[in-house]
């Protein structure tokens, strides 16, 4: 095949009759970019003094070439006076890849700049109709992410000349680089305008203590055998940073059965890295407040780019996803992928875990201290009823902070991870909207196979200076009525809850005490084996929201939440994690924050009241889980 045969394939014009009647010249914008590229691409094992002689020497050629384009134009029939231009774009510019909701040409200083969407909403797929193709392929070791970009680039190169067959699949393309660079570090130095994500696990202890639970349930832990591969680079994953969109999932309506089987179909259990990151609301059936309405009901993301965190290395990745019956092509999904990946930086510069320094100009919390006791007090009081089922309602707090300078969500989030090792920490953020952050120590579940895992985490006393007043601390949460309450509130509603999709679920311990940097828990975790994998969804469903963050019986609690907070709780409170081909995992958001532009930032926490709360010491809890976050915020505020 001829160099130009290379570059100028049939199939680049498929499904543009009107195109190719208008003869070559008006694709050749497009056709010298292809030139350029494959050109350089060869150029970089060439001497240096022959590739300047040849750059020289091609770019007169497409000067030349691009006047004899554009003067060609004028005899098109498809651009003749009777009939303008289609989208508004310059006629000399118009090239077969372009699709009006997807792409658009701005021309400065004789410069080109692509708008890129959002891609395409997988929720509005058939989830019965399977994708065409779903695979990753594992390219070349690289010694550095700048030889890693260099990978990727030709290999979508390949993609581009050689497209698959299929009107719809997801490829993801991976390179492992040798030596571990944290994914965070990457991400802050990244393009921040596009969308973009972030989720880290928790500590390989934690993680421990769940996996010999499913092993003393399941005899290997791996449920039927077909999990996310336990001994492979997803099951070695500490965290993932991401950029870009290849397929995303949001939606005005409450998560369904139909959202959940729409990312099902874009996930493979041979592809276990391809994941979708994201969150779903506290409670769908509440108003949508103007800061939350980015994020819909429910928001995911499969990235365009991602850098993955191993334990030992780390794979830089892009995936591509397309479905011609969500009107998105092949074509449209390269010519996005390319855009992102000329956006990406392949300079990873260490992340100063410091917030920079600024001055607040307001601070206000909703409930304020008076509002608060009375709605506290207006719990207790239902509680006491005898025609009231509450037994407990949790109550939140959103404390808004205004500065002069905007807070970098990354730098943020860099900063709490020194004291939440054993916490999940997580970022989302779609395009042109704000980012919601969290550290959070609560699982909601883990599923690898049919094996899956939650946990109860109630209860808060904060930590002793001494050793012997932590001891003495974690004696009075072990001893405490009100305290084994409302723990036991969370840890049975959790166990009946997978009763009704599992089969031998073992609560184990009973009771014990977990320990953060700043404040501990009660706890217990609690594991079953699903009859089927569709029953995820049920467990999803049924799961969220736990008594840990909404109350028992849980409507009755989640109504009077409604009718009593005056904030949009958003996502606060709600799962937050990621779906897999082989397994799953998910996060309850608390410990969060919502980080706009123009220094506006919203931080959230919330506390359970039953028999025998006092206002003024729930008060204190609130402020004691919000102190991990505006600690980091006050000494910038200084």
Same mark, same amino acid.
């Given at each position: 095949?001829? !160099? ?13 009759? /009107? ?22 691409? =060869? ?20 000067? &030349?070439?691009? =006047? ?8 098109? %029939?498809? !651009? ?10 310059s006629s000399a510019f118009v090239t077969p890849s ?28 058939? %989830? ?11 390219? /070349? ?16 190169? &390949? ?162 996803? #397309? *479905?011609?019956?969500?009107? #998105?092509? #092949? ?55 005898? *025609? ?32 939440g090792k054993d916490s999940y920490q997580f970022c ?14 609560? /699982? ?6 049919? &094996? ?22 974690? /004696? ?65 469903? &049924?799961?969220? %929201? ?10 009755? =609690? ?19 994690? #990621? ?34 709360? *006092? ?24």
């Open positions: 095949m001829s !160099f130009l045969d290379e570059v100028w394939k049939p199939n680049y014009l498929r499904g543009y009759p /009107q195109v190719r009647a208008i003869s070559m010249p008006l694709c050749l914008p497009s056709f010298l970019g292809r030139i350029m590229y494959l050109f350089i691409s =060869a150029a970089r094992s060439t001497p240096i003094a022959s590739t300047a002689h040849c750059i020289s020497s091609l770019q007169a050629l497409c000067c &030349s070439l691009m =006047a004899t384009a554009i003067a060609g134009v004028r005899w098109c %029939p498809l !651009f003749s006076a009777s009939q303008p231009p289609k989208h508004g774009l372009m699709r009006p909701t997807t792409l658009r040409i701005l021309s400065h200083k004789h410069r080109t700049r692509r708008s890129i969407s959002m891609s395409m909403n997988g929720c509005d797929c058939d %989830p019965r109709s399977p994708i065409g193709i779903a695979e990753t392929r594992t390219l /070349q070791v690289a010694s550095t992410p700048s030889s890693a970009m260099d990978h990727l680039g030709a290999a979508i190169a &390949s993609l581009r000349a050689n497209p698959p067959d299929t009107s719809s699949g997801i490829i993801r393309l991976q390179v492992p680089i040798q030596g571990k660079i944290e994914s965070i570090d990457w991400l802050h130095s990244q393009d921040p305008h596009l969308p973009r994500c972030y989720f880290s696990r928790r500590s390989s202890r934690i993680r421990s203590s769940s996996d010999l639970l499913l092993e003393s349930l399941n005899g290997n832990g791996n449920g039927n055998g077909n999990g996310d591969g336990r001994s492979s680079a997803a099951n070695k994953l500490v965290s993932v940073a991401g950029i870009g969109s290849a397929v995303f999932f949001r939606h005005l309506r409450p998560f369904s059965f139909h959202d959940w089987s729409s990312i099902r179909r874009f996930l493979s259990m041979d592809s276990p890295l391809i994941r979708a990151y994201g969150a779903i609301r506290f409670d769908a059936r509440s108003n949508l407040s103007p800061e939350w309405e980015p994020f819909g009901c429910f928001y995911f993301v499969v990235p365009q780019v991602e850098f993955d965190e191993l334990e030992e290395g780390s794979v830089l990745a892009t995936t591509i996803a #397309w *479905d011609a019956s969500l009107s #998105w092509t #092949w074509e449209n999904a390269i010519d996005s992928l390319e855009a992102v990946m000329r956006k990406v930086s392949s300079l990873v510069g260490k992340l100063k875990r410091q917030l920079p320094r600024a001055s607040i100009l307001s601070n206000s919390h909703c409930p304020d201290k008076t509002n608060w006791e009375l709605a506290v007090n207006k719990v207790l009081h239902s509680i006491r009823r005898d *025609d009231s089922p509450i037994t407990k309602v949790v109550l939140a707090r959103s404390s808004k902070f205004v500065t002069d300078t905007d807070l970098d969500p990354v730098t943020l989030l860099a900063c709490l991870q020194s004291e989302f953020q779609p395009p042109n909207a704000p980012a919601f952050i969290g550290n959070t120590p609560e /699982q909601l579940f883990r599923r690898s196979g049919l &094996s899956i895992s939650s946990e109860a985490l109630a209860a808060t006393r904060a930590r002793g200076a001494t050793k012997a007043l932590d001891l003495q601390i974690e /004696q009075e949460l072990l001893t405490s009525p009100k305290d084994i309450l409302e723990f036991s509130i969370v840890r049975d509603g959790i166990r009946d809850k997978l009763k009704a999709v599992c089969d031998g679920v073992v609560v184990e311990p009973e009771l014990t005490v977990r320990k953060l940097p700043r404040v501990q828990h009660l706890n217990a975790l609690i594991a079953g084996r699903l009859r089927s994998e569709d029953d995820e969804y049920a467990v999803l469903s &049924s799961l969220h %929201p736990t008594p840990a963050v909404c109350g028992s019986p849980m409507e009755d =609690a989640r109504d009077f939440i409604a009718e009593t907070e005056a904030f949009d709780r958003g996502m606060y409170a709600g799962p937050v994690g #990621w779906f897999g081909g082989g397994g799953s995992e998910f996060a309850v958001g608390i410990r969060s924050a919502l980080i706009e532009k123009g220094g506006k930032a919203f931080f959230y926490a919330g506390t359970g009241i039953v028999e025998g709360s *006092d206002p003024s010491l729930e008060w204190k809890e609130l402020e004691m889980k919000t102190s991990q976050v505006c600690r980091k915020i006050s000494r910038c505020l200084r």
